[in-house]
């Protein structure tokens, strides 16, 4: 139907929500590889969706794996992989509070970066020949570019209440609060993958209804790479 979401773009959403809820890793360093290993697949499977293959640099570039986790991420890190003494209540809660921030920004950012670089590949900027050249490093400044401009906050207030929601989020902050002593958790595949798949279709619900907002961001995007190639 034409209201239908389109399954890459589902695959997209799918990939945010994924990156999203790597903080819920009790190792510090670990959470963080294991969101650049989401972030570089998401983007293999896009090319890999147009019969594309890049080199390893290219996909690292397309992907930001050089770009750090934020402080608060970081910091957030730190606290889950120490003993965590007994807590007031308003620990709790902030703490709680930070890692539905962390998870809400992280899945924002991919989500961006994935809608843009989808985007991208369907005009045509990247293929197989520009991929060996300087072509990725273009479309990704223009995509940071692009998603500087906008205003997020409605993106990110749909994935607040998504990740405040979050089975998993509550049991693993719970865990890790109340009963640190456990050490790292042993993760139930089949549970998350339901979780990851139910708050991905939540997701898409929510955006599906901000059409406008993409189309907006898709502009800001196509500006800064003409930009980007009239000098060039």
Not at 20 to 31: A, E, K, M, N, S
Not at 87 to 95: D, E, G, I, L, P
Not at 148 to 164: G, S
Request: net charge positive.
């Amino acid at each position: 139907p034409p209201t239908a979401v389109p399954p890459s773009l589902a695959r997209v959403a799918f990939h945010a929500v994924a990156a999203g809820l790597t903080p819920l890793i009790p190792v510090p360093f670990l959470d963080d590889y294991a969101l650049r290993q989401v972030r570089e697949q998401a983007v293999r499977d896009q090319l890999k969706e147009k019969g594309l293959k890049a080199p390893d640099k290219a996909v690292e570039l397309l992907a930001g794996s050089h770009e750090a986790r934020g402080l608060g991420g970081r910091l957030l890190s730190y606290l889950k992989a120490v003993a965590l003494f007994p807590v007031r209540k308003v620990f709790r809660k902030v703490f709680f509070v930070l890692w539905v921030k962390d998870c809400v920004d992280l899945t924002s950012v991919c989500l961006h970066h994935g809608y843009l670089l989808h985007h991208a590949l369907e005009r045509g900027d990247l293929d197989a020949t520009s991929l060996q050249g300087d072509a990725p490093r273009r479309v990704q400044a223009a995509i940071i570019a692009a998603c500087k401009e906008v205003d997020a906050r409605p993106i990110n207030q749909a994935l607040r209440r998504l990740f405040r929601s979050s089975r998993l989020l509550m049991a693993e902050a719970t865990r890790a609060l109340l009963d640190p002593k456990k050490g790292p958790r042993v993760p139930d595949r089949e549970g998350e993958s339901a979780e990851v798949k139910s708050l991905t279709d939540r997701l898409l619900q929510e955006l599906w209804e901000e059409r406008g907002y993409f189309t907006a961001l898709e502009g800001h995007y196509e500006r800064h790479l003409q930009g980007d190639l009239k000098p060039a």
